[in-house]
């Protein structure tokens, strides 16, 4: 389920200490200096039983000189379009300031759903001075305090309440049949890799990053190989300059990735994997997605005897930890290996699709716990008694012990790494519960 919400306002309300909030964890950083926030930080926040996306955008200042506030404005304008719902941030300490109003009239413009957060409501005479925020002529209005929390849960219902709308409108494409979708940087062949497989010029196809301004789906059925294609955007509107351009794509992938089982991670093999492209594949690995990673123009690198091993040894150091994917080298321009890359995705389906019997988990899995005992914890013996797979999207395994909460990290690697042995799950990520047996 694609749903996004934005977190838009103008600099220093306290919108990152919200996306922190929500996210439960440091990813913005946060100071009391405007502007901080240059980035877009994104990710994926929970709330009773739903996911969604998050986006967190810099301050807003319409009409400024500072070509670093030029570039948000133009960013806060892209997070607007692209997301479902808008989370608009002020601050209850400063009262309405122009800035605020400008941001108001931008959003009523938008006709998307707002909720206004008056941020910094922690007493009582703030509250009774924030109902001037009502005068901003919005619905849906909420006292909060980010740095407390007090009154998050009230506007994450909300939130909830605006993706159950937008479920009744969703259309199922083709229920059934597995969605590969071709995520990557800008310009890395995504389109090209879209034609080449389809065999037919399906998507503009040009040298100028981000020719693509929409996920455009493709039904695939040759070869007795069936499966819908997803191809990602690397979208640049003309007037766009290079920081737009691969915030439009983060937002598109994350967009695809929702609606997608298995996701192609197409990567330029003269510049290797970025930091972006490192983003987007953990958040595909916290989604639950398949995920293959495709090295494109392979065909252009100077090549030695061991290049390709050797070239696959470092991206799977960067992938740590979660690094049992397929790499598959491929030049889209040449049509090399673009099938067997197709064969790969089916088959990281199939893993992702594999229940394991009761029986056979136990016998592996006990045997692996008697090998390697879990260390022990204040004196307690921790005792592993049984395990067996859950009925879940994502591989997920439940462990049944006596003292669930002190198992950590490094065995529960220990236990995945024993899963992956015995077990195909190359492609996919795998989730591990300790329950109290």
Same mark, same amino acid.
């Given at each position: 389920?694609?749903?996004?919400?934005?977190?838009?306002?103008? /600099?220093?309300?306290?919108?990152?200490?919200?996306?922190?909030?929500?996210?439960?964890?440091?990813?913005?950083?946060?100071?009391?200096?405007?502007?901080?926030?240059?980035?877009?930080?994104?990710?994926?926040? &929970? *709330?009773?039983?739903?996911?969604?996306?998050?986006?967190?955008?810099?301050?807003?200042? /319409?009409?400024?000189?500072?070509?670093? &506030?030029?570039?948000?404005?133009?960013?806060?304008?892209?997070?607007?379009?692209?997301?479902?719902?808008?989370?608009?941030?002020?601050?209850?300490?400063?009262?309405?300031?122009?800035?605020?109003?400008?941001?108001?009239?931008? %959003?009523?413009?938008?006709?998307?759903?707002? %909720?206004?957060?008056?941020?910094?409501?922690?007493?009582?005479?703030? =509250?009774?001075?924030?109902?001037? #925020?009502?005068?901003?002529?919005?619905?849906?209005?909420?006292?909060?305090? !980010?740095?407390?929390? !007090?009154?998050?849960?009230?506007?994450?219902?909300?939130?909830?309440?605006?993706?159950?709308?937008?479920?009744?409108?969703?259309?199922?494409?083709?229920?059934?049949?597995?969605? #590969?979708?071709?995520?990557?940087? /800008?310009?890395?062949?995504?389109?090209?890799?879209?034609?080449?497989?389809?065999?037919?010029?399906?998507?503009?196809? !040009?040298?100028?990053?981000?020719?693509?301004?929409?996920?455009?789906?493709?039904?695939?059925?040759?070869?007795?190989?069936?499966?819908?294609?997803?191809?990602?955007?690397?979208?640049?509107?003309?007037?766009?300059?290079?920081?737009?351009?691969? #915030?439009?794509?983060?937002?598109?992938?994350?967009?695809?990735?929702?609606?997608?089982?298995?996701?192609?991670?197409? =990567?330029?093999?003269?510049?290797?994997?970025?930091?972006?492209? =490192?983003?987007?594949?953990? %958040?595909?690995?916290?989604?639950?997605?398949?995920?293959?990673?495709?090295?494109?123009? *392979?065909? %252009?690198? &100077?090549?030695?005897?061991?290049?390709?091993?050797?070239? &696959?040894?470092?991206?799977? !150091?960067?992938?740590? @930890?979660?690094?049992?994917? $397929?790499?598959?080298?491929?030049?889209?321009?040449?049509?090399?290996?673009?099938?067997?890359?197709?064969?790969?995705?089916?088959?990281?389906?199939?893993?992702?699709?594999?229940?394991? $019997?009761?029986?056979?988990?136990?016998?592996?899995?006990?045997?692996?716990?008697?090998?390697?005992? @879990?260390?022990?914890?204040?004196?307690?013996?921790?005792?592993?008694?049984?395990?067996?797979? =859950?009925?879940?999207?994502?591989?997920?395994?439940a462990f049944f012990c006596n003292y669930p909460d002190d198992i950590k990290a490094p065995y529960q690697n220990y236990l995945e790494n024993k899963l992956r042995e015995n077990f195909d799950f190359k492609g996919v990520p795998i989730r591990l519960f300790f329950r109290k047996k």
């Amino acid at each position: 389920m694609s749903f996004t919400v934005a977190i838009t306002g103008r /600099p220093n309300v306290g919108k990152s200490t919200f996306f922190n909030r929500l996210l439960e964890q440091r990813k913005a950083i946060v100071d009391d200096v405007s502007g901080v926030t240059r980035d877009r930080q994104y990710g994926v926040a &929970e *709330w009773a039983g739903n996911s969604f996306n998050l986006i967190d955008t810099g301050g807003f200042v /319409p009409q400024s000189e500072d070509l670093f &506030e030029r570039e948000i404005a133009k960013q806060v304008n892209i997070a607007i379009d692209e997301a479902n719902a808008i989370i608009f941030m002020v601050d209850a300490s400063t009262g309405i300031t122009n800035l605020d109003e400008a941001m108001a009239d931008l %959003l009523r413009r938008s006709h998307k759903p707002v %909720l206004l957060a008056v941020n910094k409501v922690d007493n009582h005479n703030r =509250l009774m001075e924030a109902s001037e #925020f009502y005068s901003l002529g919005f619905e849906h209005i909420f006292f909060i305090s !980010s740095i407390s929390g !007090s009154g998050t849960g009230e506007i994450l219902d909300a939130v909830n309440s605006y993706m159950k709308e937008d479920e009744t409108n969703v259309v199922a494409i083709d229920e059934g049949i597995p969605k #590969f979708a071709i995520i990557g940087q /800008p310009n890395v062949g995504k389109s090209s890799l879209l034609n080449a497989l389809v065999g037919k010029e399906r998507t503009i196809v !040009s040298d100028i990053a981000g020719t693509t301004r929409d996920t455009i789906h493709t039904h695939y059925n040759l070869f007795n190989k069936e499966f819908i294609l997803i191809d990602t955007a690397g979208i640049r509107r003309k007037a766009k300059v290079h920081e737009d351009l691969e #915030f439009y794509s983060v937002i598109r992938a994350i967009k695809a990735m929702d609606e997608a089982d298995i996701c192609l991670m197409l =990567l330029d093999a003269g510049k290797g994997i970025t930091a972006q492209d =490192l983003a987007i594949f953990s %958040l595909a690995e916290k989604k639950g997605k398949g995920i293959v990673v495709l090295v494109n123009k *392979w065909d %252009l690198l &100077e090549k030695e005897t061991n290049t390709a091993r050797d070239y &696959e040894k470092e991206l799977k !150091s960067r992938l740590a @930890p979660f690094n049992d994917v $397929p790499i598959i080298f491929i030049s889209v321009l040449e049509k090399q290996r673009i099938l067997q890359s197709i064969e790969a995705a089916i088959a990281v389906y199939e893993n992702k699709k594999r229940k394991v $019997p009761t029986s056979k988990l136990n016998e592996v899995m006990l045997r692996a716990v008697e090998q390697y005992h @879990p260390p022990v914890v204040r004196g307690n013996a921790i005792k592993i008694k049984y395990t067996t797979q =859950l009925p879940t999207n994502t591989p997920s395994f439940a462990f049944f012990c006596n003292y669930p909460d002190d198992i950590k990290a490094p065995y529960q690697n220990y236990l995945e790494n024993k899963l992956r042995e015995n077990f195909d799950f190359k492609g996919v990520p795998i989730r591990l519960f300790f329950r109290k047996k």
